[in-house]
């Protein structure tokens, strides 16, 4: 949620600047804004809406210089606004600010800041911190301190974040000290990048790609004191960390479009490729079993481990219920799927024998976050399944797995999803060879995983009779999504997919469930996808489906390959093709990413940046 960016160097900061919240935009799109120290004050420009209406507002009022800071805005305090855009001014404007986060005690810092005569233009908790900074700054020079030179800005920034409470990535500039950049971070991610007699700063990698090779990634109480020239570290205890260089892996082209129109389209024709990275060099055909370079665990404790939970959000959290599922039948653990959102604030009982699994694609997500710190905090093994190389949950955990997926930034989650699945897919193997599995039935499950990028090409080859149901149905104002089974993962992801990019109702159930209440929605407006692959309940899904055609709805049916039968029962059907059961959700949620893509252009809606979203929810 928000974007960062900053630069310090030889360079004029704008172009950096703006091409960098280009790349950010995935996080917040209300509002965006940028400021440039031209060496004697600080200009700002901002502006309600896409980073475009930014541009073109600089085009018409450019700033000119080499320091500067820019922000994209996901709105928490404060209506999306030109005022409320970042950056905000602190003080007599010798404080200028952008803030990633949430300022949970706002209000109480507003009145006490109000008293002492300070003037809010916004409603924002951001400018709370701005006049923070600033009234330190003139409490530091009332006692002598002089006000051009560093150190005091970099005091003032560090006595004001020991006042707040909640969460903050800020970048900051100081009228008077116009060489200075200060970063620092709790909660909101930060990325340094390093260059020659330069610095780049960033919320992600992504603006970093093709600017520098080198980054360090900020940890939680550290606060950047960056200059063209140097860069140092301090915590808030007090120590100076040392420095920690990474080479930045990405490259322009994981962030380019190339011949798609939408990153959300690039990202699902992806799929072939990045569920064949995830099993790249992880498959072990003479033990018939998966391995892993970073789970951190011995055999003998991973043997030990007699309950599983796996904790996520959103589509994360779906692939974590296909998890349950292929750990439950693979390796007879008993695993449980919990909302973060919801584990961090419950306690449920674990024993030191329970093992954790936050499945995250941003590794930032807040409430993914806190509930591996808890669980981390009461002396768990807290691995995680993540795709944001150095992302904080990825340098938190105690081990993991990485997706290797590239960057995803279509704001709804399609590549990622399947990766999860993947991963998860060789974890059930891995723990299922260390206990039940036999070794015929791991060498089956690899063959079985081995042929899948060719069946999701395969399965993309539905592109054009999935276009041709969504003309059919993209007026349709509410969806059932219907699944068994693996496949009632796939109809909650399917849902969610419609809703959040076409805005439709749609609600994803297990097939058999409707009669206990859903079925009343059905009728002949209601269209119900149902997601029949050949099954072990085959018969029963098909008497599912049966009841709603018996009920006047209209039927979609994701089927088999050669499945006459459900081609005469369902109005439609897109057919995938046939694999084996537990790998089922892989083929069938492509069919249902591509409808809500295909609904939400039918609709003219924006499928990369769908309204209200952000990609990584760093707020609570
Ligand atoms: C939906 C979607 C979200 C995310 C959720 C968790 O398409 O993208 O539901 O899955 O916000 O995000 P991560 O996986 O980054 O923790």
Request: with cysteine; net charge negative.
């Amino acid at each position: 949620m928000c974007g960062i960016v900053g630069y310090v160097g030889p360079k004029q900061a704008y172009s950096y600047l703006i091409e960098g919240l280009f790349r950010l935009e995935y996080r917040g799109y209300d509002s965006a804004g940028i400021a440039i120290q031209d060496g004697e004050q600080i200009g700002i420009r901002k502006k309600t809406g896409r980073v475009t209406e930014l541009a073109e507002l600089c085009r018409q009022e450019p700033l000119k210089g080499s320091i500067g800071i820019g922000h994209t805005r996901w709105a928490t305090h404060g209506a999306p606004s030109d005022t409320n855009s970042h950056p905000h001014v602190g003080g007599n404007g010798e404080v200028v600010l952008a803030h990633n986060g949430v300022i949970e005690n706002y209000s109480i810092l507003r009145d006490r800041l109000r008293e002492l005569g300070y003037v809010f233009r916004t409603s924002t908790d951001t400018e709370v911190v701005a006049h923070l900074v600033a009234h330190q700054l003139d409490e530091s020079i009332r006692l002598g301190a002089s006000p051009t030179d560093a150190k005091t800005c970099v005091q003032a920034v560090e006595s004001a974040i020991k006042q707040i409470k909640g969460t903050y990535g800020l970048a900051v500039l100081f009228r008077d000290v116009p060489d200075l950049l200060v970063a620092t971070r709790l909660g909101s991610p930060l990325v340094v990048g390093i260059g020659k007699g330069e610095h780049y700063l960033a919320s992600d990698a992504s603006p970093l790609v093709g600017n520098t090779e080198e980054v360090v990634y900020l940890k939680d109480h550290e606060t950047a004191v960056i200059t063209a020239d140097s860069f140092v570290l301090h915590h808030q205890d007090g120590s100076e960390p040392v420095v920690s260089i990474h080479a930045l892996a990405q490259t322009s082209q994981d962030t380019d479009l190339g011949e798609y129109e939408h990153y959300m389209l690039k990202e699902i024709f992806e799929q072939p490729q990045t569920i064949e990275n995830a099993m790249r060099g992880r498959l072990d055909e003479d033990e018939a079993t998966a391995k892993f370079g970073g789970l951190n665990m011995d055999a003998q404790s991973l043997r030990r481990i007699d309950r599983i939970v796996l904790t996520a959000c959103g589509t994360s959290w779906h692939a974590g219920l296909v998890g349950e599922y292929l750990i439950e039948e693979f390796a007879r653990i008993p695993v449980e799927v919990e909302y973060a959102s919801e584990l961090r604030y419950r306690n449920p009982p674990m024993s030191d024998r329970t093992m954790i699994f936050a499945i995250t694609q941003s590794g930032e997500t807040a409430d993914t976050l806190a509930a591996l710190r808890e669980c981390k905090r009461k002396g768990h093994e807290t691995l995680a399944i993540c795709n944001t190389v150095g992302s904080t949950i990825a340098r938190e955990a105690n081990g993991g797995i990485y997706l290797h997926a590239g960057p995803e930034i279509g704001v709804a989650s399609t590549k990622a999803f399947t990766s999860q699945v993947t991963v998860l897919t060789l974890l059930a193997l891995f723990l299922g060879r260390m206990r039940h599995l036999s070794y015929p039935a791991g060498q089956r499950i690899i063959g079985h995983l081995r042929e899948m990028p060719d069946k999701i090409r395969q399965t993309l080859k539905c592109f054009d009779a999935v276009k041709e149901v969504a003309r059919k149905y993209y007026t349709a104002e509410n969806f059932l999504y219907l699944g068994r089974l693996y496949n009632f993962p796939v109809a909650l992801e399917g849902a969610l997919k419609l809703k959040e990019i076409s805005y439709i109702h749609a609600e994803g159930y297990p097939a058999a469930e409707m009669k206990h209440g859903p079925i009343a929605l059905v009728d002949e407006h209601t269209p119900s996808v149902f997601i029949a692959p050949r099954c072990q309940i085959y018969p029963k899904v098909m008497s599912n489906l049966e009841e709603v055609k018996a009920r006047g709805g209209p039927v979609i049916a994701i089927a088999c390959e050669g499945d006459d039968k459900i081609a005469e029962l369902a109005d439609d059907v897109i057919f995938v093709p046939d694999v084996d059961e537990y790998l089922q959700p892989l083929v069938a949620s492509i069919p249902l990413q591509l409808l809500a893509y295909q609904i939400a252009i039918l609709r003219g809606c924006n499928v990369d940046r769908p309204r209200n979203l952000a990609k990584s929810v760093t707020v609570e």
